[in-house]
């Protein structure tokens, strides 16, 4: 049976992905403008800063979400981290 608040929050989800981006895209637009020789202004550095790390979070939120989708349908597997290490070698 599909779970509605599932995918309701995938579409919640997707649509927070989707303005992160176009919010990046704006500020993109107007860099690529810039002048190669000059220095990009404090604004747009800040902007940029505060947009990247919106777009990460709405981005990694999708992936959880996602993940956790294909988790419980049993298509992925679930990481052993009971060690510490997650996995990795030293």
Same mark, same amino acid.
């Given at each position: 049976?599909?779970?509605? *608040? ?22 993109? %637009? #107007?860099?690529? *403008? *810039? ?14 800063? #505060? ?12 992936? %959880? ?6 988790? #419980? #349908? %049993? ?8 060690? %510490? ?6």
């Amino acid at each position: 049976m599909v779970d509605l *608040t599932e995918i309701e929050a995938l579409k919640a989800s997707l649509r927070g992905a989707r303005s992160a981006a176009a919010a990046l895209a704006d500020i993109a %637009g #107007r860099l690529e *403008t *810039t002048d190669s020789h000059a220095d990009v202004a404090a604004p747009d550095l800040e902007e940029l800063q #505060r947009l990247t790390l919106a777009n990460a979070v709405a981005a990694q939120a999708l992936r %959880g979400l996602v993940e956790s989708m294909l988790r #419980r #349908r %049993g298509k992925l597997a679930v990481a052993d981290v009971a060690d %510490g290490n997650a996995g990795l070698e030293e």
